[in-house]
């Protein structure tokens, strides 16, 4: 198997998602941020033990407005991500973090099933299950600085007919 250190905002999101739904049991946010970050790390460093550099950057903490906008679909795939991710790790099994985990993702399974979610039924088969993210990366907030140097550069008459045709759009 491989594995990969997911980013903050992967595990940032999965937390904040648990906040905001209540799925937090035993365990402050914070605490688990760190948990669920440190299992991805040992994991990473058991399975490349010697093979690669194990120096990164430091969990630098939980950002509770991450992943507002995602479906419970979305954090189903993204728990599923860091259990594959994790599962390398021979503590992962029996880990606080496995459990913390498994209640996150059990919470979005009730809520992206409207409650009718059973134990034989298979998550990848969910509507937007293949479609959602594997991994959960920051969004581009540099997206409107680009837009917006792009549209400075362009010449009047071209920005002109873009807003015409936006207009146009958004009255139809």
């Not at 250190?5 to 999965?14: C, M, P, R």
Request: aromatic share 8%; proline share 4%.
């Amino acid at each position: 198997m491989s594995c990969f250190v997911v980013n903050d905002y992967h595990v940032s999101a999965l937390v904040a998602w648990a906040i905001r739904h209540q799925a937090l049991v035993g365990v402050t946010p914070d605490a688990l941020a760190h948990e669920l970050a440190a299992a991805n790390r040992a994991a990473f460093a058991e399975r490349y033990a010697g093979g690669h550099s194990t120096s990164w950057e430091p969990y630098l903490g939980l950002d509770r407005s991450a992943g507002a906008d995602l479906a419970p679909v979305a954090i189903v795939k993204a728990c599923d991500c860091l259990a594959y991710q994790c599962s390398d790790w021979t503590g992962w099994d029996r880990s606080d973090a496995a459990a913390h985990l498994a209640a996150i993702r059990a919470a979005a399974l009730h809520r992206a099933t409207g409650g009718i979610w059973r134990d034989d039924m298979r998550a990848h088969r969910l509507p937007g299950y293949d479609a959602a993210d594997w991994t959960l990366d920051e969004p581009d907030q540099a997206a409107p600085d680009r837009l917006a140097a792009t549209l400075a550069s362009m010449p009047e008459h071209e920005v002109n007919a873009l807003r015409a045709a936006l207009a146009a759009r958004c009255a139809a």
